[in-house]
């Protein structure tokens, strides 16, 4: 598959799943499961651990699945804030 291709298939399954989420939030009991759910994903900060000049490649890629992670809990917030009426 083209990259390209999967780029586009990617942004496609990142606009669900923010606009699911986006519906999720907009039910606080259920809100705060969906980030307890979240919570049990290692999440590294970057002040949490030291992974040297290079860092592995494991720490990298959790490093930035929990930056997706992060951006895409918080474009659900603000996309519902900006119109809090359910859909």
């Known amino acids: 598959m083209e ?3 999967i780029e586009f298939r990617l942004a ?3 606009e669900i799943l923010v606009a699911v989420l986006s519906a999720l939030y907009r039910h606080k009991d259920v809100w705060a499961e969906v980030n307890r759910a979240l919570e049990e994903v290692p999440i590294v ?3 949490e651990e030291d992974p040297g000049v290079v860092p ?3 720490f990298a890629r959790q490093n930035a699945m929990t930056t997706e992670i992060a951006s ?3 474009d659900a917030r603000d996309r519902t804030d900006l ?3 359910p859909s």
């Open 12 to 14: 496609a399954h990142r």
């Open 72 to 74: 895409m809990l918080q």
């Open 3 to 5: 990259n390209q291709s």
């Open 56 to 58: 592995s490649e494991a």
């Open 45 to 47: 900060q970057d002040h």
């Open 83 to 85: 119109d809090p009426r």
